[in-house]
């Protein structure tokens, strides 16, 4: 999993479930939806959980650093 993603997950608290969106929470929600969509068409095999661990599934210009 990508170490900033990562870095979110471990940080996450209840409270944050009862506030407004984080950037953490956004990039969790968008890595989620990006993992349910390549397992039910078949681009990626395994469990969107998996999916979610997977620097396979990051985009190249994201795991060097962006554009």
Not at 8 to 14: G, L, Q, V, Y
Not at 44 to 61: A, V
Request: charge should be negative; glycine fraction near 6%.
């Amino acid at each position: 999993m990508e170490e900033s993603v990562k870095k979110c997950f471990d940080e996450r608290t209840a409270a944050d479930e009862n506030t407004h969106s984080t950037d953490c929470e956004k990039k969790i929600f968008y890595r989620r939806e990006i993992c349910e969509l390549l397992v039910r068409q078949g681009f990626f095999r395994g469990s969107i959980f998996d999916c979610m661990n997977s620097k396979e599934t990051i985009p190249r210009p994201v795991r060097e650093g962006g554009v």
